[in-house]
């Protein structure tokens, strides 16, 4: 068997919601961030955004420490490029800021489906989760990339 230490940052773990159907991993982020900054690549994303890798917004720098020396914090890589979008996207949909909610869709090429426009709240919140973080993707792709075959298993 290889190794199948647990490593979010491997595609071994994925993060969503069941109930919604919505999904991901790390490796999902690192691709999306690496198509949308030139310059950056997934292997960079990757080990940022998870493990002790924080940002700090003042000197626009990476750092592996929490706090700054005038004690001022620094976020986290998964909460800053992962949770805080996620968190803004339940949000502004839940609380119908649709000019909010659509710039963030803009943003990450996501589109409202003609079926789902008429939607709103949780239902609608359901329908744009399911088209940006695919829970179907997220996992066939760790099925693939990582189980054994049956011969090797």
Known sequence: MPDMTVDPTKGLVAFGAGLMGWAFTIPHFA?????????????????????????NKTKNVWTNK??????????????????DPIIN??????????????????????????????????????????RFLPAAEALLEMFVLHLPSPAIA
Do not use: C, Q
Not at 31 to 50: C, D, H, Q
Not at 92 to 110: A, C, E, N, S
Not at 117 to 122: P, Q, R, V
């Open 31 to 55: 691709r999306l961030y690496a198509s949308k900054i030139e310059g950056s690549t997934v292997e960079y994303w990757n080990e940022l955004l998870w493990g002790n890798h924080f940002y």
């Open 89 to 130: 996207l339940f949000d502004y949909v839940l609380k119908d800021k649709k000019d909010k909610y659509m710039k963030l869709l803009t943003k990450w090429g996501i589109k409202i489906m003609p079926e789902d426009e008429g939607l709103s709240g949780k239902k609608l919140l359901t329908a744009i989760m399911k």
């Open 66 to 83: 929490s706090r700054n020396d005038d004690n001022s914090e620094n976020e986290r890589g998964f909460a800053l490029y992962i949770m």
